[in-house]
């Protein structure tokens, strides 16, 4: 079905992304294409659909035979309406202003019959129980319910075969179980081929068929149930015995109330707190205003109503930057937090601004690229990295800051199991230090080993605050 040969990729400045990959694909079979973050499973996909080099630059060599045609170099148009796919950064998909554009535009593309529009429209958005959504902007939905959009606008041109690229990294847990159980369906009654890209091994175990490694130097097919019982044996998280935080408020949320519009109720009367030496999770449905409410807390958004105090001092009283050398977000896309034009640059930026000395800087920074695991990559250009890389960017050039409260919108997203425990090490370590760490996730087995308590909102509302082992069983689906 999907066949390529001695496969090579390099960009600007002769950087090689990998060399002479040669993998198959099957018919009618679900492949888990995986390997470390940044070994440039993206990058493929990308190759396979003609973004690269069509719509970005890259020089390829070797060949991607599809039924029995090289289509190496020859563009997206040449393969548009039969290979779909899903990008890992939603917001770099979606270029219209609601939900029904956005999957009419594919359509439109296609030369779809307008009179068949509403109902193929209608189908789809069924499927993937997003139908409600079908009037929004774009703009206001959440991560996950974009990924979902993107993930009905591929859908709706009936491709042979689907690219998923991290289809399910901004999702909660029971809308995960539901894409995999499309995926299946898609498989088993629509006779459909799929390459998935994806970390979540344990969820997508029981419908993957085939398993590719991939790494920059060579890629190969593996044996599957081998494949799994390794990474299961290896992806018990790191825990830490810690002090028990105190009752200190560090931050503070007290009703808040807050609208995109008179028809959109987005928070409604929502209290918490958060506590001096504490890590805590806010979890939630798709859509229940976790990033709305990350954004209201770093005073990036003005509530309705209601009250934000940062260790007791109202947010409106606190100039910028001020709230800045206190308080950091980390936020759900990295690509929202780059302003510089290399790695190094990011990373010194919010130092410089602290007019820290020249060799400081040097050796901080030098420092912070080593752990994050980003030294090879000190002089790329912060939006030509990988997903994971970036959200190793985006979270580095925040901790280097040494705020007394860190907020971390996904934090997991795009990373593969090892640079995840180093990650989640070097949070414990800040946390040891006196930082405070309110996460925002849908990783429940992270919740369940590192956070000290949970915040659960759903429809706007805080449905539970307390321990994550106190928490209702159903509460995660």
């Keep these: 079905m999907l066949e390529i040969k001695n496969l090579s990729l390099s960009f600007q400045n002769n950087y090689k992304v990998f060399q002479n990959i040669n993998i198959k694909v099957k018919r009618n079979k679900v492949t888990l294409l995986t390997g470390k973050s940044g070994c440039g499973k993206s990058s493929l996909l990308m190759c396979i659909t003609g973004v690269i080099p069509d719509i970005i630059e890259g020089n390829i060599s070797g060949e991607i035979i599809y039924k029995g045609e090289n289509i190496e170099n ?23 202003f609601t939900v029904e554009d956005e999957i009419a535009f594919g359509l439109e593309n296609i030369k779809v019959d307008p009179s068949h529009m509403d109902n193929i429209i209608d189908e789809v958005l069924d499927r993937i129980g997003i139908k409600h959504l079908k009037k929004r902007q774009l703009n206001q939905l959440s991560g996950g319910e974009k990924q979902k959009v993107a993930l009905a606008s591929i859908l709706a041109l009936d491709p042979e075969v689907i690219l998923m690229d991290e289809p399910t990294a901004n999702l909660d847990p029971k809308s995960t179980i539901e894409i995999i159980n499309l995926i299946k369906d898609l498989r088993d009654n629509f006779g459909k081929t799929i390459l998935i890209v994806e970390h979540k091994i344990d969820e997508f175990s029981e419908i993957i068929d085939d398993v590719i490694w991939f790494e920059k130097d060579q890629a190969k097919n593996i044996d599957k149930e081998s494949f799994i019982q390794s990474y299961k044996s290896e992806s018990t998280l790191p ?7 105190n009752k200190e408020k560090v931050l503070e949320a007290k009703e808040i109330y807050f609208a995109y519009n008179k028809y959109i109720n987005v928070l409604k009367n929502v209290s918490f707190s958060l506590y001096k030496g504490e890590i805590a999770a806010i979890i939630g449905p798709n859509g229940a205003g976790k990033s709305t409410l990350s954004k209201i807390l770093m005073g990036l958004l003005k509530v309705e109503k209601g009250n934000i105090l940062i260790k007791g001092r109202n947010i409106r009283d606190i100039n910028p930057r001020e709230l800045g050398e206190s308080m950091g977000l980390v936020f759900q896309n990295p690509e929202h937090q ?3 034009m290399t790695v190094e640059k990011e990373m010194a930026l919010s130092l410089e601004i602290r007019k820290q000395n020249s060799e400081t800087i040097k050796n901080t920074v030098d420092s912070y690229l080593s752990m994050f695991d980003l030294d090879d990559h000190r002089l790329s250009n912060p939006f030509s990295l990988s997903q994971g890389q970036k959200r190793r960017l985006s979270t580095a050039s925040m901790m280097i800051n040494g705020q007394s409260i860190l907020i971390l919108d996904e934090p997991t997203y795009g990373q593969d199991r090892v640079n995840l425990k180093e990650l989640i090490n070097l949070l414990y370590k800040i946390n040891s230090q006196g930082t405070s760490i309110l996460m925002i996730t849908h990783d429940m087995d992270m919740v369940l080993n590192c956070c000290d308590r949970v915040i659960q909102l759903e429809n706007g509302e805080v449905k539970y605050e307390g321990s994550p082992k106190n928490m209702k069983e159903n509460i995660f689906v």
């Design 338 to 340: 780059f302003i510089k």
């Design 74 to 96: 020859k563009g997206v148009k040449t393969v548009s309406g039969e290979i779909g796919y899903m990008f890992q950064d939603p917001d770099s998909q979606l270029c219209t």
């Design 239 to 245: 825990t830490v015995n810690k002090k028990q935080s």
